[in-house]
Structures are given as C-alpha cells and as structure tokens.
C-alpha cells in the first residue's frame, strides 16, 4: 500500500484546479503548472481536499501512485508558496550580479558568464555571494541551480566554486611538499 498517495492534498485559499481527465491544471498567485497523470490513476477535488486513487495494485501502480500525488502536491505548494533554491559562491573575486533578468556570474574565468533564466524563474542576488532562484516549477528551479552550480562546480581542495547552501565539500589533502 503506498503510503504517500493515500495522503490528501489540501488546497489552500486562492488556488484554483481544474481536472479535466487525467489532466490536472493548478492556477494561484504565483502562476499556473498543468500535468497528466498516469491513465491508471484517478484524481477527485472535495472539500478543498485532492485525492488521487489507483485502479490496479500492482507495484508499479502503487509507485505510480506515491509519485504523482507527490508532483501534484508539489504543484499545488508551488502556485500557493513558490519555492527557491539558495547557491553560495566561494573563492577570491567570485561574485553575481542581476543585469536585468539574467545572471551574471564572475567566477574565474577570463569572461563573465550570463545565464539566461527560463519562463517562470526569477533571480535575487542579496549578496554578491549569494544568489537565489525563486519559481513555482520545482523541477525548473532544481534544474537552473543545478544548471548555475555546473558553471563552477566545488572543488576538493581549496574549496572554491558554486554550492548549495548549506552543502559540504568533503576536502582533499594536497600533494606533501618535497623534503
């Protein structure tokens, strides 16, 4: 029995579904996502509440099931709250900058590189390192900071480069001087 798509999904206030076969369209105060769910699996709206049921039990289906509740869910959080992914960069002269609504990243290389933000997606650079990337798209906002931490990936041994907040780079020693 899955676990996670027994659950409910409450809707909050504001947010608008629309079901219309297995199609679900999420509308609310930070845009709009739609998705198709599998054709074995059902979805109803009651009392502000969705809930999506099986037809089969097998093992797929009860994977299926666990998995569309959770991106339904995260669509529903998405439209209502948004969400944002927080990127640290560390080394000497690295830093970021807004230029209207693309990125600029300053990261050691001889040029700067400007990454440019796909629908739906908004950087905020609070500091010059730090940089946030805000979307209702979960799925979109970990691809674009996957997609800037790729710029500059950490590297073992001085430490330098682009990382998720609160991440840990496992240090490496470096070669022993000559004696």
Sequence with gaps: ???????????????EIELKGSSVSVKGPKGQLSRTIDRRLGISQQDGV??????????????????????????VTGVSTGFERRLELQGVGYRAAVSGQN??????????VEIVPPAGI????PQPVVVVVKGANRE????????????????????????????????????????
Excluded: W
């Design 122 to 125: 908004q950087f905020e650079v």
């Design 140 to 179: 979109t906002v970990g691809e674009v900071a996957a997609q800037i931490r790729s710029v500059r990936p950490p590297e073992p041994y001085q430490g330098k480069g682009i990382r998720y907040q609160g991440e840990r780079v496992k240090r490496k020693v470096g070669k022993a001087g000559k004696k």
């Design 50 to 75: 969705l809930q999506l049921t099986r037809s089969l039990d097998t093992p797929e289906v009860r994977a299926m099931h666990g998995l569309h509740r959770a991106l339904v869910a995260n669509m």
């Design 1 to 15: 029995m899955s676990r996670v798509g027994e659950r409910p999904i409450p809707v909050p206030v504001g947010v």
């Design 103 to 112: 990125l600029t990243l300053t990261v050691g290389y001889s040029h700067p």
